[in-house]
Nanobody, 119 residues
Framework: QVHLVESGGGLVQPGGSLRLSCVVS????????MGWYRQAPGKQRELVAS???????NYADSVKGRCTIFRDNANNTVYLQITTLKPEDTAVYYC?????????????WGQGTQVTVSS
């Protein structure tokens, strides 16, 4: 079993920045990925950024240039740094962890952390 615990959300003014953290515990296979998704009211959950165990990253177009995802493998933690925040970044942000083992993917989610961008 895998557990994810997020932290770092809150109220931020437009133009500000924040860093989200997610600690992953449990069984982690060598091939995995960590990522952040977000879901705004009335919208579908969407990928923000992801990073594989090999270090490859992927970003949504809406956050490219404003967002950095990185991981601390020694502490099984993934971070999401977002700058120049906009009101449209307001959403619940979910940490995601995927394990691959013998051709099967195991998908896990955190409980979510609210990010509100408002003056």
């Amino acid at each position: 079993q895998v557990h994810l615990v997020e932290s770092g959300g809150g109220l931020v003014q437009p133009g500000g920045s924040l860093r989200l953290s997610c600690v992953v515990s449990g069984t982690m296979f060598s091939i995995n990925s960590m990522g952040w998704y977000r879901q705004a009211p009335g919208k579908q959950r969407e990928l923000v950024a992801s990073i594989t165990s090999g270090g490859a990253t992927n970003y949504a177009d809406s956050v490219k240039g404003r967002c950095t995802i990185f991981r601390d493998n020694a502490n099984n933690t993934v971070y999401l740094q977002i700058t120049t925040l906009k009101p449209e970044d307001t959403a619940v942000y979910y940490c995601n962890f995927r394990n691959w083992y013998r051709g099967t993917m195991y998908n896990y989610w955190g409980q979510g952390t609210q990010v509100t961008v408002s003056s």
